[in-house]
Antibody
Framework: QVQLVESGGGLVKPGGSLRLSCAASGFTFSDYYMSWIRQAPGKGLEWVSYISSGGTTIYYADSVRGRFTISRDNAKNSLYLQMNSLRAEDTAVYYC?????????????WGQGATVTVSS | QSALTQPASVSGSPGQSITISCTGTSSDIGSYNLVSWYQQHPGKAPKVILYEVIKRPSGVSNRFSGSKSGNTASLTISGLQAEDEADYYCCSYAGFYIPYVFGTGTKVTVL
């Protein structure tokens, strides 16, 4: 069964750090580009970051560039998002999602989401 | 990169057809046939229902169809059913360094 499972969410103070993980199963993780997408409470979807299958190509949304770092460990079938200098506006459910083909620019498999709350 | 513009809400009766618009710019929707649509039920993760403007993933009902004209993409749901009540988001490729931009989202209500 193709599946993505996020973990690592929680409550953190402004300025703090958190690392999200996304465990992939049921498919050859190393073949796929991956992304993080977030959704603030009651708001819409916002693309956060994207990493190529080998980890050599990485992009970030302007809102997180310089504070967040995406990475992956293909040997562990895992995707990560290191979030530093967190702000209240980073409060959201964070989803990891699979890109079915590099030229497709869509997301075919989503995790259930990890909740990040930034509050003092 | 600004979010794509969608109507906040659209409603229809069972059996009717509704259309949700998604307006971007010549830098995103207008330049690429790389628009996807997602359905999200409350408390659930989004699910892709269309990609590359008109293509449906396996298992998605053919009641969902897509189109594009200029800088605007559209999602049509025909034969509206109670289970279609959800939030819908469009997404477009937007260029090399900011590859994705989502729409503002549309809440579909089945009357």
């Amino acid at each position: 069964q193709v599946q993505l499972v996020e973990s690592g969410g929680g409550l953190v103070k402004p300025g703090g750090s958190l690392r999200l993980s996304c465990a992939a199963s049921g498919f050859t993780f190393s073949d796929y580009y991956m992304s993080w997408i977030r959704q603030a409470p009651g708001k819409g979807l916002e693309w956060v970051s994207y990493i190529s299958s080998g980890g050599t190509t990485i992009y970030y949304a302007d809102s997180v560039r310089g504070r967040f770092t995406i990475s992956r460990d293909n040997a562990k079938n895992s995707l990560y998002l290191q979030m530093n200098s967190l702000r209240a506006e980073d409060t959201a459910v964070y989803y990891c999602a699979r890109v079915p083909r590099p030229d497709l620019y869509a997301f075919d498999i989503w995790g259930q989401g990890a909740t990040v709350t930034v509050s003092s | 990169q600004s979010a794509l513009t969608q109507p906040a809400s659209v409603s229809g009766s069972p059996g009717q057809s509704i259309t949700i618009s998604c307006t971007g710019t010549s830098s995103d929707i207008g330049s690429y046939n790389l628009v996807s649509w997602y359905q999200q039920h409350p408390g659930k993760a989004p699910k892709v229902i269309l990609y590359e403007v008109i293509k449906r993933p396996s298992g998605v009902s053919n009641r969902f169809s897509g189109s594009k004209s200029g800088n605007t993409a559209s999602l049509t749901i025909s034969g509206l059913q109670a289970e279609d009540e959800a939030d819908y988001y469009c997404c477009s490729y937007a260029g090399f360094y900011i590859p994705y931009v989502f729409g503002t989202g549309t809440k579909v209500t089945v009357l």
